[in-house]
């Protein structure tokens, strides 16, 4: 009796938690992260209405925030993944609509029919691929562009630098028109994919996640290459100017000081040889190439944004 009571309770809390209103929980990054970025401009318009910043109850959406370091109270996951922290414990007061990826889906004890794919894959709802594409971008990782000076990099290797710390439409825009993108940044491949960009996966440091890019590919049916690069650092890193500036920046994006964000950004490793830069540029330069460029099947993209759309309706009539 008492167990049939426990999943009664759950029933009822899973009803509510996809009735809304709810509070939108995603990553805010001081200095701004396209990737991140997405989650108020996609989820307001395919769910107009249903949020409030008063709210008690979150929706968990786009972004690898799936750990335990989740809120208390009641959640609805709609598309987030696995791959930073400890996996969190899913209580009773937690529905899960849909993971990233099989990987999370397995992390979190889930079968993997919960597991659909990133949710980002709904802005084709928005913006179509382009018609004209121009030129071959390069889209670091955030955490990446803060390093080095990768935008001269990029610019020797024949390449158009997009920061993705810039506006996220300017960032989406650039992907969408390109005849490539080379990115570390998880979400630019995500995008690229969507808008039929052919994309290559590059890693310059430790920090860029293998296990979620690894659970977003397995969700698509992809192989994903990565092809290493030297980990870069130079003064510019370092430097009070740039310090400054994304300082200001990330006052700006939260409308206060914001004290962290010149504390907080890591410290500069020991310069690089001039020749890893030139390594650098000659790797990218080599494998900027059609032949390294990658894309899911467009069976399984059309598959996958028919599996999200009805995931997503599902909560219009709730």
């Known amino acids: 009796m008492a167990q049939l009571e426990l999943l009664e309770t759950s029933r009822r809390e899973r009803t509510r938690a996809r009735r809304g209103p709810w509070n939108l929980l995603y990553y805010k990054d001081a200095f701004g992260n396209f990737g991140d970025d997405l989650n108020p401009w996609l989820w307001s318009r395919l769910l107009p209405g249903r949020f409030s910043a008063k709210a008690t109850k979150r929706f968990v959406g786009i972004g690898t925030i799936l750990n335990d370091q989740l809120p208390a109270g009641p959640k609805l996951i709609v598309g987030s993944g696995v791959g930073y922290g400890e996996p969190p414990t899913l209580s009773h007061q937690c529905d899960v609509l849909f993971v990233r990826g099989p990987n999370s889906a397995k992390a979190l004890g889930l079968p993997e029919a919960l597991a659909i794919t990133d949710p980002a894959y709904l802005i084709r709802k928005f913006h179509q691929p382009a018609a004209v594409r121009k030129g071959v971008v390069y889209l670091p990782h955030h955490f990446s562009s803060f390093k080095a000076d990768w935008r001269r990099i990029a610019a020797r290797a024949g390449m158009t630098y997009v920061d993705p710390c810039a506006p996220m439409l300017e960032v989406v825009e650039a992907i969408r028109t390109a005849e490539r993108v080379v990115t ?49 650092y130079d003064r510019s890193s370092a430097s009070a100017t740039k310090r400054i500036m994304l300082t200001l920046r990330a006052w700006r994006r939260a409308g206060r000081p914001h004290r962290g964000a010149c504390i907080n950004l890591p410290n500069i490793e020991k310069v690089s040889d001039p020749r890893e830069f030139d390594a650098a540029v000659s790797m990218l330069t080599a494998l900027n190439t059609p032949a390294n460029a990658m894309l899911s099947s467009d069976y399984i993209l059309h598959e996958r944004i028919e599996q999200l759309s009805e995931a997503v309706a599902s909560l219009k009539s709730a």
């Open 184 to 232: 570390g940044a998880m979400h630019g491949a995500i995008l690229a994919d969507a808008f039929r960009t052919p994309w290559i996966r590059v890693k310059p440091y430790a920090h860029l996640n293998d296990f979620k890019w690894a659970d977003w590919a397995a969700s698509m049916c992809v192989d994903v290459k990565t092809h290493e690069l030297p980990s870069l």
